[in-house]
C-alpha cells in the first residue's frame, strides 16, 4: 500500500471510529464490532486488570482511561462486541460528592478500552474517578485540572521517566515517585519494549517479539498488570509520548532498523503499534491513529508558569545519517535537508513557542539535544540516532529559541538510559558562551538492569563535554519543582531494580533561575 492509500485510510477510519459505524469493512481492524452487550452483563473474571488512567489534562477537563481485560495476555478475553462501561467523576475519593458520570463504549474495534473526555470541571482541582461494567467496578484513580490560563500558580511538581524495560528490571522508582505526589508525569518513551521473552532475566516478555495489534495489546497489558506502574497512574494524570521501543528499535519514519523488510510491511506494522499505543493511553481524540498515522504532538498549560510542547522526534524524521551508530559529524549528518521533527511539526512548534505567554517553555522530547562527543581523545563520535545526527536542524531550532527570546526553555528528554544535565549551546564549540536552553535526561526506570553512578569512561565523557553538568547511569527519574523564580531537578535513583525494595536517593540537584538559561548544582 502507497502513502496515499494509506491517507486515504486514514480519514476514512477515524471518521468510522468517531463516528461508531460499522467499522467491519476497514481492513486495518483485525476485529469487528458485532453488537452491544447489555449492561447487566455478567463478567466471569475481573475485566479491570490494567487499572485506571488518566491524562492531557486541560484547565477544565480530563481523559479517563480504562480498558477491559478480563484475560490480559490473550488478546484481552473478551468477544467481539462492544461493551458500555459506566463512569464517575466526584470531588472526594468516597464518591459522596459526583460532579459528573456518563456511559462510553469500550468496542472491540479499539481493544475494549474507554476514553472519557470531560469537559466543564474546575481550574486547579483534584478530582477521584471509577468505572463500572457489568457488575465490576475498577479501582478508583485521581487526577487533576490545569490551573486556568490566565492564572500564576506558584508551583507547579512534576516527574519525568522513560525506558521501563519490563524484563530487565522492577519498577520501584515508580513506588518513590507516587510518594512525591507530583501534578503531573510526563512519560517520555520506551513505555514498552517490543522484543520477545527471555530467559534469565528480572522477568520474562510474554510471548515474541511483537509485530500483530494482538501482540502490541499484550505487552502493554503484561507491562500495566504491574502493580507500581499502576498506582502511579491511578494518582495523577500523565502526558504520554512514545520513543522507538513502542513501534521498533531506531525507527525513523517508515524506514526499519532490520534490512531487506519492505517500507509496506513496516508501515502496517506500525499500524498496529500506533492503534495499540492509542488504545492504551490515556489521549485525546486526535491522537486516534489513522492507519501507520498518528498525531501525538502537542502542546499543555500549566496556567502561565509552564507551557508543555510534547514533541514526536521518531514519526516525521529523516533516516539516521551516515549507517546510525556513532560516527563523525560529517557528511548526511550536515545535511540541511534532514530532519528530526518533519516540517510541520517543526513550524507547529516554533508557532506555540512564539505565542507562548509562560514563564517556563518546556519541550518533552525523546533523544539527547546536547551535542555529546562519546568517544575518547581527539576523535569524535556522536549519536547518529540523536539530535546530533539532525546537527542543522538543532542547531535551527536552538538559534530560534534565542532569536526569538523564548522565555526559559527547558529541554526533557528520555532514551539513553542515563542521567544528564547539558547546558544547551548554538554553538558547542564555543562552550564559553552562553547558554540558550537548559536540557534534563532522565535515566531509564528499569532498562538496562542495575545501574551505576559513574560509567566506565565517566571522567573523560565530562571533560570532553564542558557543556554537560553532570551524568549518572542509575536508574530512577527525575522530579521537578517549578516556580516564577526557578526550576529545579531532582535526580532520584535506586540503587537495584534486581528486586524489590530499592530506597530513594536523591543522587544531585539542578536549578535553573528565570531568566538565565544554564545550570547550577543546587
Ligand atoms: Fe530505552
Ligand atoms: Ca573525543
Known sequence: MNSRQFQ????????????????AALPWLGQQSKATAGFSHRFADNPFTLGVASGDPSSDGVVLWTRLAPDPLNGGGLPPENFPVRWELAEDDAFRSIV???????????????????RGLQPD????????????????????????????????????????????GLFTAYEHMAAENPDLVLH??????????????????SGPEITTLEHYRNRYAQYRMDPQLQTMHAL???????????????????????????????????????????ENMPLRKPAIPAGPDMLLYRTLDYGR???????????????????DGLKPLTGAALDPTTTMLGEQQERWLL??????????????????MGRVDRVPGADRKFSMDQWSGYDVARTRLLAALAERKIANPIVLTGDIHSNWVNDLLTDFDRPNDPAVATEFV???????????????????????????????????????EVTPKEWLSRYQVVEYVDRPGAPLVTRSAWAVEAGRAGAKQA
Request: charge should be neutral; glycine fraction near 8%; charged fraction near 20%.
Open 8 to 23: 486515504q485510510h486514514q480519514r476514512t477510519r477515524r471518521q468510522a471510529i468517531l463516528s461508531g459505524i460499522s467499522l
Open 100 to 118: 459528573q458520570s456518563g456511559t462510553e463504549l469500550a468496542t472491540a474495534a479499539l481493544g475494549h478500552s474507554v476514553h472519557v473526555e470531560v
Open 125 to 168: 482541582s483534584w478530582y477521584w474517578f471509577r468505572f463500572h461494567a457489568g457488575d465490576a467496578v475498577s479501582r478508583t484513580g485521581r487526577t487533576r485540572t490545569m490551573p486556568a490560563a490566565d492564572a500564576l500558580p506558584e508551583r507547579l511538581k512534576l516527574c519525568f521517566a522513560s525506558c521501563q524495560h519490563y524484563e530487565t
Open 188 to 205: 517520555l518513551g520506551d513505555y514498552i519494549y517490543e522484543y520477545e521473552g527471555k530467559d534469565n532475566r528480572v522477568r520474562k516478555h
Open 236 to 278: 495523577c494524570p500523565w502526558l504520554v509520548v512514545w520513543d522507538d521501543h513502542e513501534f521498533d528499535n531506531n525507527c525513523a519514519g517508515a524506514i526499519s532498523e532490520e534490512k531487506g523488510v519492505s517500507s509496506a510491511d513496516f508501515l502496517l506494522r506500525r499500524a498496529n503499534a500506533y492503534q495499540a499505543y492509542y
Open 305 to 323: 508558569l509552564a507551557r508543555i510542547e510534547m514533541l514526536d522526534t521518531r514519526q516525521y524524521r529523516s533516516d539516521q545519517p551516515n549507517g
Open 351 to 368: 508557532q506555540e513557542l512564539s505565542t507562548s505567554k509562560s514563564l517556563w517553555n518546556v519541550l518533552g522530547q525523546q533523544v539527547m
Open 442 to 480: 532522565c535515566t531509564s526506570i528499569s532498562s538496562g538492569g542495575n545501574g551505576v553512578q559513574r560509567a566506565a569512561g565517566h571522567a573523560l565523557l565530562m571533560s570532553e563535554n564542558p557543556f554537560v553538568k553532570f551524568q549518572n547511569s542509575e536508574r530512577g527519574y527525575v522530579s521537578c
